[in-house]
Nanobody, 122 residues
Framework: QVQVVESGGGLVQAGGSLRLSCAAS????????MGWFRQAPGKDRVFVAA????????YYLDSVKGRFTISRDNAKNLVYLQMNNLKPEDTAVYYC???????????????WGRGTQVTVSS
């Protein structure tokens, strides 16, 4: 199995930046696709970004394209979400997830972190 822990959330003003980190542990964790999802209060959890095991393929939610970048360092078992030009609508709990197949759908991910809060003020 894979254990997943997110970090790096916080409070930032609109237009600012944050970098989220996801630490994945397990013998085969470097072969897993990784995804970022977010959930705002009172709303469903939605897809944000994903990256395949090698880092060669990435997917993004349309509203974050050009602002967010997902990357990974397999030697350190870390996945990052660099978030630039943040907007109030980006406010949510951000979750990191892992599975063997690259996907935009949360039901395809078996391993989840507990989330990290990102708050963007006006």
């Amino acid at each position: 199995q894979v254990q997943v822990v997110e970090s790096g959330g916080g409070l930032v003003q609109a237009g600012g930046s944050l970098r989220l980190s996801c630490a994945a542990s397990g013998r085969t964790s470097s072969r897993y696709a990784m995804g970022w999802f977010r959930q705002a209060p009172g709303k469903d959890r939605v897809f944000v970004a994903a990256i395949n095991w090698s880092g060669a393929i990435t997917y993004y939610l349309d509203s974050v394209k050009g602002r967010f970048t997902i990357s990974r360092d397999n030697a350190k078992n870390l996945v990052y979400l660099q978030m630039n030009n943040l907007k109030p609508e980006d406010t949510a709990v951000y979750y990191c997830a892992a599975d063997l197949a690259l996907s935009k759908e949360e039901y395809n991910y078996n391993y989840w972190g507990r989330g990290t809060q990102v708050t963007v003020s006006s």
